[in-house]
C-alpha cells in the first residue's frame, strides 16, 4: 500500500456537524479537498446553504439543541444515502459566567447539543454506519472534545469543560459498544483554534499575544492541524485506533 493510499478518504462520504464554521470548517474543507463526498449540518440555514455552495458539498441545515433538530438530519440523511463512512460530531455551544451567577439553564443548553446530539445522532446513523463498515476499513466516528475537559481552563465554562469531559468518556463508551458493527468511535481535544468559541482570544491582539505565547508550541492552531488530524483517524491509516482522544493542542493540557 502507498502512502497516497494509506491516507486516503476519496471516494468516502462524510457528515460534517456545526461544519459551517471554526473547527467543524476546517474539516469538512479538508474532507472535500481530499476527494470525500461531505454533507455539513447547521442551524442557519441561509448560512449552512452558502459555506456548503463554496465547498461543493452537501447542505442539511438543523438544530441539534434538540431531539426534532438531530432526527430531521437522521431522517435526511438515511433518504439520500445509504451508508456513511464518517460522522464528525462537532457542533457545539459554550457558556460563560462567574459561578456565582452561573444559570441552571446554561448547563441544559450546553448539555444537550454538546453530548445529547452526539450520542442519540450516531444511535439513529448506526445502520448507515454499518453499511459503510469492514473489518479492514472501519467507518468512524470523531467527537470533537476539547482540552478543557482535561484540564482546568483559565475560564468560567463549568457546563462546556463538564460538557467536554463526558464527551471523553463517552467517546470510550460508544467505542466499546460500537466495536462490534467495525465502527470505530475516537475524539478530538483541540486546543487554541481560531473559531466563533474562541474569538474573545484573538479580538484583543495583547490578550491573544500572550495566549498563544504560553502554548509550548509557540502557536495557535491551524486549519491543517485539525484537518490532517480528522483525515488520519478516517483514512486507513487510522484503521485500527478506537476509543482515543487524540490531543491537538501544541502541549497546552500535556507540557504544562
Known amino acids: 500500500m502507498g502512502i497516497s493510499d494509506l491516507f486516503s478518504i476519496e471516494g468516502k462520504t462524510a457528515v460534517v456537524t456545526g461544519g459551517s464554521r471554526g473547527i467543524g470548517l476546517m474539516i469538512a474543507r479538508g474532507f472535500t479537498e481530499a476527494g470525500a463526498k461531505v454533507y455539513i449540518s447547521s442551524r442557519k440555514a441561509d448560512v449552512c446553504d452558502e459555506v456548503a455552495a463554496e465547498l461543493g458539498c452537501g447542505s442539511i ?144 491582539e495583547s490578550v491573544g499575544e500572550a495566549i498563544r505565547t504560553s502554548i509550548p508550541i509557540g502557536r495557535h492552531g491551524e486549519p491543517e492541524d485539525m484537518a490532517g488530524t480528522a483525515i488520519y483517524l478516517s483514512s486507513k491509516a487510522g484503521a485500527f485506533v478506537t476509543g482515543a482522544v487524540v490531543v491537538v493542542d501544541g502541549g497546552s493540557a500535556t507540557l504544562k
Not at 184 to 193: E, K
Open 61 to 204: 441545515p438543523a438544530d441539534l439543541s434538540n431531539d426534532e433538530g438531530v432526527e430531521h438530519l437522521a431522517r435526511e440523511l438515511q433518504a439520500r444515502e445509504g451508508s456513511v463512512h464518517i460522522l464528525v460530531n462537532n457542533a457545539g455551544n459554550a457558556w460563560g459566567a462567574p459561578f456565582d451567577e452561573f444559570p441552571m439553564h446554561a448547563f441544559d443548553r450546553v448539555w444537550n447539543l454538546n453530548v445529547k446530539a452526539p450520542f442519540h445522532l450516531t444511535r439513529l446513523l448506526r445502520p448507515q454506519l454499518r453499511a459503510a463498515a469492514s473489518d479492514r476499513d472501519p467507518a468512524r466516528v470523531i467527537n470533537i472534545g476539547s482540552i478543557d475537559g482535561i484540564h482546568v481552563p483559565m475560564m468560567d465554562n463549568f457546563s462546556y469543560s463538564a460538557s467536554k469531559a463526558a464527551i471523553h468518556q463517552l467517546t470510550r463508551h460508544m467505542a466499546k459498544e460500537l466495536v462490534q458493527d467495525n465502527i470505530t468511535v475516537n475524539a478530538i481535544a483541540p486546543g487554541l483554534f481560531p473559531s466563533q468559541m474562541t474569538k474573545w482570544a484573538f479580538s484583543d
